[in-house]
């Protein structure tokens, strides 16, 4: 049974430093150059081919506690209950991105959310849904292997299509929302990874790689479409609301949010701090990456999709 209540466990200064080294190391191979590069160019790809990314074999049975370090097994617990609940409603996802889209790049949007026929039934599932939906029945298998219990996700509901009369920038606003929440997710997992080993860690790779791969594609295709955005603006659009009267979901709100949904209260400071420096570290490898991505590499690899 998780108890949020049981007493926190601080890690010793050596192994709080050793789970450092590894958020590192994991950041650097992971967030590669190269391997942003290659995630990006495999956009078009998807566009007219989509696969989804497949799995490596993993070894169910053999996740146990024992593979958790530096961490509290029952805060470990409540993250991934927090996780499963947040990755759970996957459909309303992707399709409100899809309505954002499906005007302005078709193409993304089939990849993001499908297709849909004149009446609105869902005729085929984004790529992004397929690869995604793997993350909560995966994290509801974790628990169960930890635990002996079942568990099912708490039905959230997420903030729907509200269009205004400019649909561009309504697609700016909202794809800059689903990057900050992608790049949370990659930092999440990436940061659980160093906590832990063997099959545990197998499983938590996984969805990273689902994460970092759907974050470089956003974001590439993000910068392509909005070649004149730069950091003043991406900083007022994710801090406001959009009036006084709609309060539209601000950067602010989202991670309060998420910080309660991850029972972050109940995590020692170094677990609090190393979250932090696996953010930092995360944005510093992609703000070199994102520095490549000259108009003349993008407008060739996505102008004509």
Not at 244 to 255: A, D
């Amino acid at each position: 049974m998780l108890n949020t209540a049981s007493p926190q466990i601080e890690t010793s200064g050596a192994q709080s430093w050793q789970i450092q080294r590894r958020i590192h190391s994991l950041i650097d191979n992971y967030l590669a150059d190269e391997k942003l590069r290659d995630r990006l160019q495999d956009l078009p790809l998807q566009f007219s081919n989509p696969q989804p990314r497949p799995w490596k074999p993993i070894d169910w049975q053999a996740i146990n506690r024992n593979q958790i370090i530096g961490i509290n097994p029952e805060v470990f617990l409540s993250i991934l209950i927090g996780a499963m609940d947040t990755e759970a409603p996957i459909r309303a996802y992707t399709q409100t991105s899809r309505q954002y889209l499906e005007k302005l790049h078709p193409h993304m949007a089939r990849f993001v959310g499908g297709t849909v026929s004149e009446g609105g039934e869902l005729q085929e599932i984004g790529l992004w849904e397929k690869e995604e939906r793997q993350h909560t029945p995966a994290l509801m298998k974790v628990y169960t292997q930890l635990t002996g219990e079942k568990i099912t996700p708490k039905h959230r509901i997420v903030r729907g299509y509200i269009p205004t009369d400019d649909p561009q920038e309504d697609l700016y606003r909202h794809g800059l929302h689903r990057v900050a929440t992608e790049y949370g997710a990659t930092c999440l997992y990436l940061w659980l990874m160093a906590h832990t080993t063997d099959a545990l860690q197998d499983v938590l790779e996984e969805l990273a790689k689902d994460e970092i791969n759907h974050m470089t594609k956003f974001w590439g295709f993000g910068v392509w479409a909005f070649p004149d955005t730069g950091l003043i603006r991406v900083g007022k659009t994710l801090i406001k609301t959009r009036s006084q009267t709609y309060q539209r979901n601000n950067l602010i709100r989202t991670l309060r949010r998420m910080m309660a949904t991850l029972n972050w209260n109940a995590w020692t400071f170094t677990n609090k701090a190393t979250l932090l420096y696996t953010f930092t570290h995360t944005m510093h490898r992609l703000w070199t990456w994102h520095n490549s991505l000259t108009p003349e590499y993008l407008n060739n690899l996505l102008e004509t999709r």
